[in-house]
Antibody, heavy 117, light 109 residues
Framework: QVQLQESGPGLVKPSETLSLTCAVS?????????WGWIRQPPGKGLEWIGS???????YYNPSLKSRVTISVDTSKNQFSLKLSSVTAADTAVYYC??????????WGQGTLVTVSS | SYVLTQPPSVSVAPGQTARITCGGN??????VHWYQQKPGQAPVLVVY???DRPSGIPERFSGSNSGNTATLTISRVEAGDEADYYC????????????FGTGTKVTVL
C-alpha cells in the first residue's frame, strides 16, 4: 500500500519561500504515475497546485505557476514543493498525492503551513 | 479556466438519499471523480471515472455524469456520511490541470 508523508516548516515568513517534501513508501516513484500537491486554506476548499511525472515533466496551476516549482528525487523516493514570495493567502493545509489518470488516488495526511511574521 | 460549481450544503435524514451536483461546461465529456473529506482528515476517493467505486467504498455511493451536470448519490444515508464532498476533473482542453469543485457540506439530520 502506498503511503505519503509531508514534512517541512509549519511557519514561514511573508515574502519567503515555502518548502515541503513528500516521502513516498510502498511504491517506487521511478516506476511511474504523477505525483503532486494540493492545498486547502482553513475553512475553504481544495486547490490543485501542480503535478510532476517521475521523468520530471510538470504541470502547474496557472494562478500559481510563476511562484511554484515541483521536483522529484527518485534516489530518495520523494518529491518536493517550493512556493516563493508567500503571503498570508498561502496559509493552508498542504497535501501531497499520487495521481493516476487524473485521479488523486492516494493522499498524505496533510501539513499546515502558516505564513506569518 | 474550467470551473466546477457545487451547492454549498445538502441536508438529508438518515436512511434517505442525498444527491450532490457538480456543474461544469459540458462536464459530460470529462471523467468526474468524487472525494469525501471528514473534519481534520485528508480527502478520500469515493467515486472515480463518473461511476466507479474504489475497493472498500460501499455500494451506497454512486455517480452519474451527463450534459453539464455530474451527480454523486448517497443512498440509505448514515450518520457517518456527514462530511464535505468535492468533485474533480482533469482538464486537458487548453493546459493540463486538476480542477476541484467548490465543495458541498452534507449534513445528516
Amino acid at each position: 500500500q502506498v503511503q505519503l508523508q509531508e514534512s517541512g516548516p509549519g511557519l514561514v515568513k511573508p515574502s519567503e519561500t515555502l518548502s515541503l517534501t513528500c516521502a513516498v513508501s510502498g511504491y517506487s516513484i521511478s516506476s511511474g504515475y504523477y505525483w503532486g500537491w494540493i492545498r486547502q486554506p482553513p475553512g475553504k476548499g481544495l486547490e490543485w497546485i501542480g503535478s510532476i511525472y517521475h521523468s520530471g515533466s510538470t504541470y502547474y496551476n496557472p494562478s500559481l505557476k510563476s511562484r511554484v516549482t515541483i521536483s522529484v528525487d527518485t534516489s530518495k523516493n520523494q518529491f518536493s514543493l517550493k512556493l516563493s514570495s508567500v503571503t498570508a493567502a498561502d496559509t493552508a493545509v498542504y497535501y501531497c498525492a499520487r495521481w493516476r489518470s487524473g485521479i488523486a488516488v492516494d493522499w498524505g495526511q496533510g501539513t499546515l503551513v502558516t505564513v506569518s511574521s | 479556466s474550467y470551473v466546477l460549481t457545487q451547492p454549498p450544503s445538502v441536508s438529508v435524514a438518515p436512511g434517505q438519499t442525498a444527491r450532490i451536483t457538480c456543474g461544469g461546461n459540458n462536464i459530460g465529456s470529462k471523467s468526474v471523480h468524487w472525494y469525501q473529506q471528514k473534519p481534520g482528515q485528508a480527502p478520500v476517493l469515493v467515486v472515480y471515472d463518473d461511476s466507479d467505486r474504489p475497493s472498500g467504498i460501499p455500494e451506497r455511493f454512486s455517480g452519474s455524469n451527463s450534459g453539464n451536470t455530474a451527480t454523486l448519490t448517497i443512498s440509505r444515508v448514515e450518520a457517518g456520511d456527514e462530511a464535505d464532498y468535492y468533485c474533480q476533473v482533469w482538464d486537458s482542453s487548453s493546459d493540463h490541470r486538476g480542477v476541484f469543485g467548490t465543495g458541498t457540506k452534507v449534513t445528516v439530520l
